[in-house]
C-alpha cells in the first residue's frame, strides 16, 4: 500500500480532487442550525460535515471551577465512532483533547470573558465526517456558534490550513494530502485584528517554504471570513424577514 | 496566580531588554545534559534548564506493528506531571497539558524522522520493535517542552536494544546489545510572548504572566519540523518569522550539547 505513492499533483498542475494549487475546496456555512443551543453553526468543507455548538455563559460545574473576575472558556472537540475510515473509539483520544486546547485557546482571545465573570461558556464541536482539516473548519463555526450565542466578541476567528503535497506549496489540504502530504500548517487569526491564534505544524518545511504557507494560509482565512459573515447575516436577515411579513 | 505587581515588573524589564533573572531576551537558562543515568532503561537523560529538571526513560519492547506500517517500529510518547514535581501537579491521568507535551515532543522526533523505523521490524506485520519514550518531569521551573524533547532526544541517542535471533517466528535474545538507529536530531525552541516582547526559554514566572506560548522544532538541516502555538494570546505574522530566524540559531546551539 505504501509503496505505490499515488500522484497528487498532476502535470497540469491539478490536485487529486481536481483543484488548483490555491483553491479552497467547496464550502457551504449555516448558523442557528441547533434549538436547544444557545449559538450553533455547521460546516461542510469537501466531505468534512461539522457542527457546533455553544451553550452559555451559564453556572459553572463543577463549581470550584469558577474564576471571580471572568467566564471561563470550555471547549470540546469530538470525533463521532462514524466519522472516519476505521471506526473510532467514541472515548475522547488524546489527539481529541490536544485540539479541544488548541482550539480553546485559539477562541479565548477573541471573546471579552471578563463581561461574565463566575460563568462557563461552553463550545461543542462534533465531527459528523472527517475529511482533513477538521480543526479548522472546526474553529470557523465555533466562532460562528459563540457570535449566534450573542456573546461579544473582539472578532471572528477563522482558520484555514496550507500544506506541502508533491513538493508545492498547497491551500485547504483534504484527508489525503494531510495523510501523504509532507507537510500541514494549521492557522488561525482574527481576520480584522490581524493577529493569529493558532499555528500548528507537522511534517518538514524550510524556513522559506514555512512562510509561503503561512502567507497561503492567511489568503484562505480570509477568503473563508467572506463566506463566515455572509452565514451569519443570512441567518438573521431570515428572521428580520419573517418579523417583517 | 501572581501577583500585578510581579506581572508589571516583567513587563517593564522587558521594554528596557531586560529579565528578572538577568538574561538577555534570547538568552536559555543554563542547560546540562546527563545521560544513561537508569541503567534498568534501555536509554534514559535527566536534562535541567535551569532549575527545570526532566527525566526521560526510553523502554524497548516487542510488540505489533500498526496495520498501515507493517514494515515500521512503533513510537509512543508519554508524559507525566508527576506530583512532586510542582505544587500545581496532583495525582491521576494526564491533564491537557501533559498530553500537549508529550504529542508536540513526539511530533518533532516523528516528522523529522530521528529514529529509522524500518530497522526496527523483525518480521514484517507481525513483530516490531515498540520504542516507549516515558518523559517524567521532577521540578517545574518553565519550559518543560523544551526540557522535554531535549531529555527524550537525548535518551534516544543512548538507547541500547538488545541483540537477538529469529527461530522461526520465536525471537531469542542474544548475549549484547545494537544502537538504536537514530539518524536526526530536533531540537525545539520556546517563546513566550509578554506585552508583544518575544522571549526564549520562559522561566515559571515568565510562564505565568504570559499572553501565548510558541514552540518552533528544527531538523538537523534546520528544516522546520513542528510547531506548537499554545496559550489563550495572539502573535502577528511578523512575531512568529522573528521567532523562526531566532529559534534556527538556538537550536543550532543546543544541538552541539547532545551530539
Known amino acids: 500500500m505504501k509503496n505505490e505513492k499515488r500522484e497528487l499533483i498532476d502535470k497540469d498542475g491539478l490536485r487529486v480532487d481536481g483543484r488548483k494549487k490555491d483553491e479552497l475546496r467547496p464550502i457551504k456555512i449555516m448558523v442557528g442550525v441547533l434549538s436547544n443551543a444557545d449559538g450553533s453553526a455547521y460546516i461542510e468543507q469537501g466531505k468534512n460535515k461539522i457542527i457546533a455548538a455553544v451553550y452559555g455563559p451559564r453556572e459553572v460545574h463543577p463549581r470550584h471551577l469558577a474564576l471571580p473576575d471572568r467566564a471561563i472558556l470550555r471547549c470540546r472537540y469530538h470525533m463521532a465512532p462514524f466519522s472516519v475510515e476505521e471506526r473510532k473509539s467514541p472515548a475522547p483520544s488524546r489527539r481529541e483533547l490536544e485540539l479541544s486546547k488548541v482550539i480553546r485557546e485559539a477562541l479565548e482571545p477573541t471573546v471579552f470573558l471578563e463581561q461574565y465573570p463566575r460563568t462557563a461558556i461552553d463550545l461543542f464541536i462534533e465531527v459528523l465526517q472527517a475529511d482533513g482539516g477538521t480543526r479548522c473548519a472546526g474553529i470557523t463555526i465555533g466562532s460562528l456558534a459563540l457570535a449566534d450565542a450573542g456573546i461579544p466578541m473582539r472578532d471572528l476567528v477563522v482558520a484555514c490550513a496550507a500544506g506541502k503535497v508533491d513538493g508545492q506549496i498547497v491551500l485547504d489540504l483534504n484527508d489525503i494530502e494531510d495523510k501523504e502530504g509532507e507537510a500541514d500548517v494549521p492557522v488561525a487569526m482574527m481576520p480584522n485584528l490581524n493577529l493569529i491564534t493558532l499555528l500548528q505544524m507537522d511534517g518538514l518545511l524550510t524556513p522559506e517554504e514555512f512562510e509561503e504557507a503561512l502567507n497561503l494560509s492567511i489568503e484562505g482565512c480570509r477568503r473563508i471570513y467572506a463566506l463566515q459573515k455572509k452565514a451569519l447575516k443570512e441567518k438573521y436577515i431570515s428572521i428580520r424577514e419573517e418579523v417583517e411579513t | ?259
Open chain 2, 1 to 259: 496566580m501572581v501577583s500585578r505587581i510581579r506581572q508589571r515588573q516583567i513587563a517593564k524589564l522587558l521594554t528596557s531588554g531586560k529579565r528578572l533573572d538577568g538574561r538577555s531576551l534570547t538568552e536559555y537558562r543554563e542547560i546540562k545534559v546527563e545521560p544513561g543515568i537508569i541503567e534498568r532503561a534501555e536509554g534514559s537523560a535527566l536534562v535541567h534548564i535551569g532549575r527545570t529538571k526532566v527525566l526521560a526513560g526510553v523502554k524497548v519492547e516487542i510488540g505489533e506493528p500498526f496495520s498501515d506500517r507493517p514494515n515500521e517500529g512503533v513510537l509512543t510518547v508519554n508524559s507525566e506531571f508527576v506530583p512532586l514535581a510542582s505544587p500545581e501537579f496532583e495525582a491521576g491521568p494526564p491533564g491537557e497539558e501533559s498530553i500537549e507535551l508529550a504529542r508536540v515532543v513526539d511530533r518533532g522526533i516523528r516528522e523529522s524522522k530521528a529514529i529509522d523505523l524500518e530497522k526496527l521490524c523483525i518480521i514484517p506485520g507481525k513483530k516490531v520493535f515498540v520504542v516507549f519514550i516515558d518523559i517524567y518531569v521532577l521540578n517545574h521551573d518553565g519550559n518543560l517542552i523544551d526540557a522535554s524533547a531535549l531529555a527524550a532526544m537525548a535518551a534516544l541517542i543512548n538507547t541500547k536494544i538488545f541483540n537477538y535471533e529469529l527461530e522461526g517466528e520465536e525471537v531469542k535474545i542474544k548475549l549484547g546489545y545494537t544502537q538504536l538507529p537514530v539518524v536526526n536530531y530536533p531540537i525545539s525552541v520556546t517563546f513566550a510572548k509578554i506585552n508583544d516582547k518575544m522571549i526564549v526559554d520562559p522561566g515559571l514566572d515568565e510562564e505565568e504572566v504570559m499572553d501565548a506560548r510558541f514552540t518552533v522544532t528544527f531538523d538537523k538541516n534546520g528544516n522546520i519540523c513542528a510547531m506548537q502555538k499554545g496559550g489563550g494570546g495572539t502573535f502577528t505574522k511578523e512575531q512568529i518569522l522573528e521567532a523562526i530566524r531566532i529559534g534556527r540559531e538556538k537550536a543550532e546551539e543546543i544541538r552541539r550539547l547532545i551530539i
